[in-house]
């Protein structure tokens, strides 16, 4: 088999890592590779969504209006 050089490069990296880590990153790389196996497909009009969404993300508040909104709530 033969693999990129980046990919190389990954499994290089990886290896340093304790087992449990290596274990984990091998098991997320194996999902991804299923998921190129996959029937599951969104449509163009999900995709449009998805682009839309991506295009403009929400407003979220900052983290001092999540306090005071706390605040306010505990008394």
Avoid at 29 to 35: E, P, S, V
């Amino acid at each position: 088999m033969v693999m990129t050089k980046l990919l190389n490069k990954a499994f290089e990296t990886i290896s340093s890592l304790p087992q449990a880590r290596q274990d984990e990153v091998a098991q997320m790389l194996i999902d991804l590779a299923q998921q190129e196996h996959s029937g599951l497909t969104l449509s163009e009009e999900q995709m449009a969504e998805v682009r839309h969404r991506m295009s403009s993300p929400a407003d979220y508040a900052s983290d001092a209006e999540v306090e005071a909104f706390f605040r306010r709530m505990a008394g």
